[in-house]
């Protein structure tokens, strides 16, 4: 049986082998799981696992999630998604959808990085500093 460190070292090789110009190629992905699948070798569940954990970090890592409080218009829309684009590169995919429960403001969500300006959230944060 493999140890775990060496699951996890063959699951990053398996990913980095999968990026094209520090960009995963969606087509490298599926001939890696298939080829995996395929083979069928010693641990290879446990490779697919920390292998999806991988993907799955590395396309939260290019996706924005944008909620506001009232639908905004294009021009402001722009702007976010310029801003963004500019910070975490332009490969970054950028959804938006409206939330009234964050009363006003914005919060934004890219990977781990959550930037919450939002009403709601500084009402709490008032909350617990009683």
């Known amino acids: 049986m493999l140890s775990s460190k060496q699951i996890r070292r063959i699951a990053k090789q398996l990913f980095n082998s999968c990026k094209v110009d520090d960009t995963l190629d969606e087509n490298r992905v599926?001939?890696?799981?298939?080829?995996?699948?395929?083979?069928k070798p010693r641990g290879y569940i446990q490779i697919l696992k920390v292998f999806q954990r991988l993907v799955k970090l590395e396309i939260e890592k290019r996706t924005a999630y944008v909620e506001t409080a009232v639908e905004i218009d294009t021009d402001?829309?722009?702007s976010i998604e310029a801003n963004l684009k500019r910070q975490y590169g332009n490969r970054l995919r950028v959804f938006f959808s409206v939330n009234p429960d964050l009363i006003g403001g914005m919060k934004v969500k890219v990977g781990s990085n959550v930037f919450d300006s939002s009403i709601r959230n500084r009402l709490t944060e008032l909350l617990q500093s009683f």
């Open 30 to 39: 599926r001939i890696v799981v298939n080829e995996l699948i395929e083979r």
């Open 76 to 78: 402001l829309r722009n």
